[in-house]
């Protein structure tokens, strides 16, 4: 497949090939989130945002696997450097628990799981971070972030925003605040306070809408502040073990806060030293066009909890953050997953060398500007971060009704909050590759119009 010259093709989807795999898979798993009857063909040919089902239909993917393949298929920085590597079996081994698994720092060629947090130390020195626990997942990364604050403070309280997601866990789904089926029944851990999250990129104090400066002066006190306040508040600050957010909400309707709503969530943890928790599995690691989103803010991460496109988990902080005891923190996988901390490694280093952050910022500026200027029936928003990509629609039934139809134009995208509709091209995404998106989009949007 010639990447400069792909074009989606689609006879049918799901096609006589594809709906037999799905039916077949459906016979043994449990359910899940199956957005689409789409079966990726491995052995197909494939190249950045293009890959090929097993009927043959060839389709562009803005969803980079809700993030997890930041540079798409079959990506030669990835594949060239692994190709050179005599990889062991296993390939996954007990690696924080029992052994230390492969690399060598004198061997740069094959970076493994110190290596990888190498990397991350170096990627979040800015806010003297000195120290990574790697383990499977991003719920992993998460429920590690929220152990050791609450083994560091000492604290009972956890606070967190409206639109929230988290992870799958039991911890993390205490956390969530988005859809009520991730939560229904389940037991929570607590006592769990929320706030309101920013809805308004371009939001003051005097014109918020969502409620977290809910004076209309814009003089009074923020609701986290006043929830907080040492003699009006109905939450001690003293007992709080970490506020966390995500800098970009993804689940949630990714949703951009403004510079007033970050810059006021950084003076209150300043103010009652309170563990900062920058959730960045799906805004992390050059999506948003900085390493990470948070470096948009003037907020100070006190732990990052990464993985996704680092294709593992990762929770990065101070040492003095984590617990000195042996055995506090512990996983079997963590740090002897080689393959996943290889590519998680050779990733950073791609965004580094072929300067990804500044491709992300301009092509999603590129890609706002065209659907803006697509005018798509029934869109009420179109907003972003770099290659965090969202368009919102007046209706939850249009916006399933417009995905639906991009696929069947050979367009994958992913759905969020109530109606909105989000994209995640590669990072290294091109020019045309974002005008056929954005194309094919728009047909969709008038199809369904």
Not at 10 to 27: F, I, M, N, T
Not at 30 to 57: K, L, R
Request: glycine share 10%.
């Amino acid at each position: 497949m010639d990447r400069d010259r792909a074009e989606p093709r689609v006879e049918e989807l799901p096609g006589e090939k594809a709906r037999s795999r799905v039916d077949y898979h459906r016979s043994f798993a449990a359910p899940s989130t199956y957005v689409y009857d789409f079966v990726w063909d491995h052995t197909a040919p494939a190249d950045g945002p293009f890959c090929t089902d097993v009927d043959g239909n060839v389709l562009l993917d803005f969803t980079s696997h809700v993030g997890a393949a930041p540079l798409g298929y079959q990506n030669p920085k990835i594949t060239e450097p692994m190709a050179a590597f005599d990889l062991p079996e296993p390939a996954k081994i007990a690696g924080q628990d029992f052994y230390l698994s492969a690399g060598d720092p004198d061997d740069p060629q094959f970076p493994g799981p110190a290596e990888l947090m190498d990397r991350l130390v170096e990627a979040t020195s800015h806010y003297g971070m000195d120290t990574v626990f790697l383990s499977n997942s991003g719920a992993e990364a998460v429920e590690n972030a929220m152990k050791i604050c609450y083994d560091n403070t000492g604290g009972k309280y956890a606070i967190t925003f409206d639109g929230a997601f988290h992870g799958r866990t039991l911890g993390t789904l205490s956390l969530n605040r988005s859809k009520e089926i991730y939560r229904r029944e389940f037991p929570e851990i607590g006592p769990v306070h929320d706030a309101p999250f920013c809805r308004d990129r371009s939001c003051d104090p005097a014109s918020c809408a969502c409620g977290f400066f809910p004076d209309p002066s814009g003089e009074g006190p923020s609701a986290l502040r006043r929830m907080l306040d040492p003699e009006r508040g109905y939450v001690n600050p003293e007992e709080v073990a970490f506020l966390i957010m995500e800098p970009v909400q993804g689940e949630g309707g990714y949703h951009v806060p403004s510079e007033a709503f970050m810059a006021e969530v950084a003076d209150i943890c300043g103010t009652h030293d309170i563990p900062l928790v920058a959730d960045e599995i799906q805004s992390g690691v050059g999506r948003s066009g900085e390493l990470w989103a948070s470096d948009h803010y003037p907020i100070e991460p006190d732990v990052i909890s990464a993985a996704k496109a680092l294709r593992v988990g990762a929770t990065v902080a101070s040492g003095d953050v984590f617990p000195d005891e042996r055995s506090r923190l512990s996983s079997t996988w963590g740090a002897g997953d080689i393959v996943g901390s290889l590519q998680g490694a050779l990733t950073l280093d791609a965004i580094h060398e072929h300067d990804l952050l500044t491709n992300a910022t301009e092509r999603g500026r590129q890609a706002r500007e065209l659907l803006v200027d697509a005018d798509l029936p029934g869109a009420t928003d179109v907003r972003g971060l770099g290659l965090l990509l969202a368009v919102e629609f007046d209706t939850r039934e249009r916006r399933d009704d417009v995905q639906a139809a991009a696929m069947q134009r050979g367009l994958l995208t992913l759905g969020c909050g109530h109606s909105t509709l989000r994209l995640l091209p590669p990072l290294d995404a091109t020019e045309r590759e974002i005008r056929l998106g954005v194309d094919l989009l728009a047909e969709a949007a008038r199809d369904v119009a």
